[in-house]
Nanobody
Framework: QVRLVESGGGLVQSGASLRLSCAPSSNTFRYYQTEWHRQGPGKQREWVATIAVDGTTTYADTVKGRFSISRDNAKNTVFLQMTSLASEDTAVYYC?????????WGRGTQVTVSS
């Protein structure tokens, strides 16, 4: 079974940047629609961004203009570049991959933004 592994989280100050990574244990990400979701303390999990198989990207209004999702096919990795981080961005960030065989989630990486 495919496993997704997120990395890159950490503790940063308000205004800082972070880059999250998501890689599958097998297969190639270019055939996945890949998404980032997040769940803040006491909040429901929410969708953040998507990169489609054809490379089209979409973003939640709350992160548009600050976050950027991308895919490096050579590294078989999807990235979430986050800039101008604010305390409201504090959450566990999850990677979700979708292909014709199913839906796969990672275990998440913690991002904490201190004000």
């Amino acid at each position: 079974q495919v496993r997704l592994v997120e990395s890159g989280g950490g503790l940063v100050q308000s205004g800082a940047s972070l880059r999250l990574s998501c890689a599958p244990s097998s297969n190639t990400f270019r055939y996945y629609q890949t998404e980032w979701h997040r769940q803040g303390p006491g909040k429901q999990r929410e969708w953040v961004a998507t990169i489609a198989v054809d490379g089209t990207t979409t973003y939640a209004d709350t992160v548009k203009g600050r976050f950027s999702i991308s895919r490096d096919n050579a590294k078989n990795t999807v990235f979430l570049q986050m800039t101008s981080l604010a305390s409201e961005d504090t959450a566990v960030y999850y990677c979700r991959g979708v292909n014709t065989r199913g839906v796969y989630w990672g275990r998440g990486t913690q991002v904490t933004v201190s004000s």
